[in-house]
């Protein structure tokens, strides 16, 4: 164990033996050879013909959608664009996968090797090629591999640079200190230079006068200040968080070294204020050196927690406008699946209703159906209903068609409130459910509820998105399988995907109706979300439905601990259970810790500024009790000057903080480049008031509260000679 880097052991990097590298090399194979078995048998799911479709376009075509639409990187895709050969098809999808995986084995053993020895690193890569979801995951024409591969490789690279046995690793922790002393210093260098200048005789003989700032400490803090706020917008340009740091750090000791001749900025309007204060303010500005530090010390403490509060409401905020919720808050949804090689054949609805009602608080359950194929049906396809999207956003139409809009577009979506990101969420897709079961699937309440529920009992379809419903109409599209196809030409991948209607895109072997029915958007539901039928009106269309979910009202918000319990229960019949429970905001506990690190530093330096300013105004307060000033006095004087530390270093910090935060949002906003729609909107700066009252108003209050509590309010009366 090296003592510098405590808390990490690392075994000796010896060189490999043969024999390890054999071993190593044996495993490996063994792994290609699990990859590579039955790696055709299964014909390609949605997921993994998307990545076929994707691969065989353009590698323009490749990076400008994927940038448009598709939330994966675009390497995966790319690269699978130029190993796939023309007539490749599962094989060759699956098998790019499969090397990715089997190359992640070595690095694992590397891993293990540079850990725990070469015995341990041999057994993690014996783990790692026999592991059955690393199997079925390299089997899978996804990007899953690749992603896990490069992974490994980082762990390992961390590895190397965690090592604290090199020289350049001491060196680099060395460095990290030293700049923090050499912060930490600074911070007080200013102040201990007033002091070391003071004229020593007048000092002790309390006739200290005014302390006045040197203009070139002026000048050099404005052009760190300047150059703080330079380096961190180079570092927002470029995207470096370290470079803006930096200037953050820099910007901040440019205010530290203005301090004093902020102080005595203030001071200027001492003028203007009662006796009180404007004796604090003077006693401020002449004893700077004991001032500057503590006001410096409140700003540093309330800059790092307004610029932490900052950030975390900017994303709260951000985060709760683009979350979508579908059901009502505290509604259960169980989902199952259904279908299998019968696709009229369901698992046992009761057992999953009892097993619900045994671990949860449900009220009532109802049942969600899918769309699937009538009897008789070929059965290799399945059906489908889908909403057709209206013209008032024309370039999601666009998009769901399969073209690619330009920048001009991509700005006027932007500013479409119908292109909203949250209306393309889910929103096409048409479920099969009961009138009754209408308020628990959409939280819809009063005669917006009885409304839609009529619609429904008269075959029409219930909309909770505007783009689906024009003049009270909804347009759905029935996608069939095409008796006359060739099952065997569709599995060989040949045709092409064909623009319908409404942004609907037809399968290869599937054919479309189009049929307009009576709808209702829903105004007082959750949303936006599934477009609903009942089972009526998809027997009318020519269609079938079948239970893939179960929907449950509950008396009382369920717990973590009761959704658990659901979940070992539900875990038999192949059910996953869901509690929906709303936007939940993430709290970053280390908030907490700068607001009381914040809080104590202020009342502290307060109360020290606060105790030498009182012992330095001794002399002033004698003459005043001699000319008869209210026993008062004192007190609001110490209270003053509670203020005048704890007030001025919140405000300075307070701006410190907001500017710290809003580069850091910054950097953000230009990651997502100009206008990026339908990608999510960047977010955007939101002032933290809870953290803002907090710092600027309780912590400063709570200061001079307690310089007005502790103080007596007796003026001294001294002798003097």
């Not at 000092?203 to 200040?225: D, E, H, I």
């Not at 045994?358 to 209903?385: D, F, Q, R």
């Not at 079948?546 to 875990?571: H, V």
């Amino acid at each position: 164990r090296d003592a510098a880097g405590a808390g990490m052991t690392h075994a000796a990097p010896a060189a490999a033996r043969p024999w390890w590298v054999g071993a190593v090399v044996a495993v490996t194979v063994g792994a290609l050879v699990l990859r590579l078995v039955g790696i055709a048998e299964k014909s390609l799911w949605v997921d993994e013909a998307f990545s076929w479709w994707l691969a065989v376009q353009p590698l323009d075509a490749i990076w400008s959608y994927v940038l448009l639409v598709d939330q994966h990187p675009p390497v995966y895709y790319s690269l699978l664009h130029l190993w796939l050969a023309p007539d490749d098809r599962e094989t060759g999808l699956r098998v790019f996968s499969a090397l990715w995986g089997v190359a992640t084995v070595p690095v694992v053993a590397l891993i293990g090797r540079r850990v725990a020895g070469p015995v341990v690193g041999l057994l993690a890569a014996v783990l790692q090629a026999v592991s059955p979801l690393h199997v079925w995951y390299a089997q899978q024409a996804r990007m899953y591999t690749m992603l896990t591969f490069f992974a490994a490789l980082a762990t390992l690279a961390a590895l190397y640079l965690l090592d604290t046995r090199g020289r350049t690793q001491r060196e680099i922790r060395s460095a990290v200190a030293g700049l923090a002393v050499v912060t930490g210093l600074l911070a007080a260098l200013v102040p201990a230079f007033i002091t070391a200048r003071q004229d020593v005789v007048a000092s002790l003989a309390g006739r200290r006068g005014v302390t006045r700032s040197r203009k070139r400490w002026v000048v050099v803090g404005l052009a760190m200040a300047g150059l703080g706020a330079a380096i961190t917008y180079g570092g927002t340009v470029t995207f470096e968080t370290t470079i803006m740091l930096f200037g953050l750090v820099i910007g901040e000791l440019g205010l530290v070294l203005c301090t004093p001749a902020l102080v005595g900025l203030v001071a200027r309007v001492g003028r203007l204020v009662p006796l009180a204060p404007r004796i604090a303010l003077r006693d401020a500005a002449r004893n700077r050196a004991a001032a500057a530090p503590a006001i410096s010390a409140v700003m540093a403490a309330v800059a790092g927690s307004v610029a932490l509060g900052m950030f975390l409401d900017s994303r709260t905020t951000h985060e709760r406008r683009l979350y979508v919720q579908q059901v009502p808050t505290d509604t259960v949804r169980v989902y199952f699946g259904y279908g299998g090689d019968d696709p009229h054949d369901s698992p046992s609805l009761a057992a999953i209703e009892q097993s619900m009602r045994s671990a949860l608080p449900v009220a009532e359950v109802y049942p969600v159906n899918a769309t699937i194929c009538p009897e008789g049906a070929p059965e290799w396809g399945s059906c489908e209903l889908q909403a057709l999207i209206n013209d008032d956003c024309p370039q999601l139409l666009a998009l769901q068609s399969g073209e690619l809009p330009t920048l001009e577009e991509r700005r006027a979506a932007a500013d479409n409130p119908a292109c909203d990101p949250r209306n393309l969420s889910d929103t096409t897709r048409v479920l099969v459910i009961d009138e009754d079961a209408l308020a628990a699937f959409t939280g819809a309440s009063g005669n917006d509820l009885r409304a839609a529920r009529e619609v429904l009992a008269a075959g029409g379809v219930v909309v909770r998105s505007p783009l689906l419903i024009t003049d009270g109409e909804v347009t759905l599209a029935v996608l069939r399988p095409d008796p006359d196809a060739d099952p065997e030409a569709l599995a060989r991948g040949t045709g092409e995907l064909t623009p319908g209607r409404g942004g609907v895109l037809v399968w290869p072997g599937y054919t479309v109706d189009y049929v307009t029915l009576p709808g209702y958007l829903l105004t007082t539901a959750v949303g936006p979300g599934p477009a609903v039928v009942t089972p009526a009106t998809v027997a009318r269309l020519g269609l079938d439905s079948d239970e893939s979910a179960l929907i449950g009202t509950t008396t009382r918000p369920p717990t973590a601990a009761d959704e658990e319990r659901a979940r070992l229960l539900l875990q038999p019949f192949e059910a996953f259970p869901q509690v929906e429970r709303g936007y939940q905001p993430r709290y970053d506990e280390i908030l907490l810790v700068l607001l009381a690190a914040s809080a104590i530093i202020t009342i502290g330096a307060a109360a020290v500024g606060t105790a030498l300013a009182a012992a330095d105004s001794r002399q002033d307060l004698s003459t005043l009790a001699a000319v008869g000033a209210s026993p008062r006095l004192r007190r609001g004087l110490s209270v003053s000057q509670s203020w005048v530390i704890a007030g001025l270093g919140s405000i300075l910090g307070t701006a410190a903080g907001i500017g710290t935060a809003v580069a850091v949002l910054a950097v953000y906003a230009r990651q997502y480049g100009e206008t990026l729609w339908p990608v999510d909107p960047p977010p955007t700066p939101v002032m933290p008031w809870s953290i803002l009252l907090i710092t600027l108003i309780v912590v400063p209050g709570i200061a001079v509260l307690g310089a007005g509590l502790f103080t007596r309010s007796r003026l001294p009366i001294e002798r003097r000679l």
